[in-house]
Structures are given as C-alpha cells and as structure tokens.
C-alpha cells in the first residue's frame, strides 16, 4: 500500500524556519521525482520545490534563496527546508511522488501538512 506521510508543519513566526519531511512507503522510492506543492485557503495548489530521482532541484521563485530540498533514498525520505518563513507562505504543503509503475506514468499524493506563518 503506498503511503507519503508528511510530518513537521505548525505555527512559526515570521522569519522563522520549519523542516518538513515526507517519509513514503509501498513504491520504490529512488526511482520516483518527489516534490512540495502547497496550497493557501482559495487559491490553487503550486508546486514549491521538486527533486527528482537524480537529485536535480527546481524551485518556484517564491522559494527560491529560502527553502531546500532534499532527499534521503535510504529513509525514503524527501524533506523541505524552510527558513525566513513569510504568512504568505501559510498553506497547507503536500507532498508528491511521480513516476512510472509497470510504464504507466503514476502520481502519488500525500494527506498534507498545515504551515501558518503568523505572530
């Protein structure tokens, strides 16, 4: 059963950092691209920072300077870090998982984690 667990969300303060993990099961997590996508109360969910199997980043250019992600194929962990936090980075961040299962192409979505940015 495929499983993305996302972990380390809360409430921080402005300037802030937090680190979210992601920590998957049920596929083969090394040949997968993993990526952060969040999504704020009314708007559409957007994708923050991707990594892929071969540990090429990209990042939105909202992030870019102040988050850092990264992956650890022997955990089947993928993590972002998050420094000089913003409120408009208060979204909830998911975590997801693209590849191909029997040359299907095949997404993976995990249930979230809430990150609000406030004093």
């Known amino acids: 059963q495929v499983q993305l667990a996302e972990s380390g969300g809360g409430l921080v303060q402005p300037g802030g950092s937090l680190n979210l993990s992601c920590a998957a099961s049920?596929?083969?997590?090394?040949?997968?691209?993993m990526a952060w996508y969040r999504q704020a109360p009314g708007k559409q969910r957007e994708l923050v920072a991707a990594?892929?199997?071969?540990?090429?980043?990209n990042y939105a250019d909202s992030a870019k300077g102040r988050f850092t992600v990264s992956r650890d194929n022997a955990k089947n962990t993928v993590y972002l870090q998050m420094n000089s936090l913003k409120p408009e980075d208060t979204a909830v961040y998911y975590c997801?998982?693209?590849?191909?299962?029997?040359?299907?192409?095949?997404?993976?979505w995990g249930q979230g984690t809430q990150v609000t940015v406030s004093e």
């Open positions: 049920g596929f083969i997590f090394s040949t997968y691209d």
């Open positions: 990594i892929t199997s071969a540990f090429t980043t």
């Open positions: 997801k998982a693209a590849g191909y299962l029997r040359w299907t192409p095949t997404n993976y």
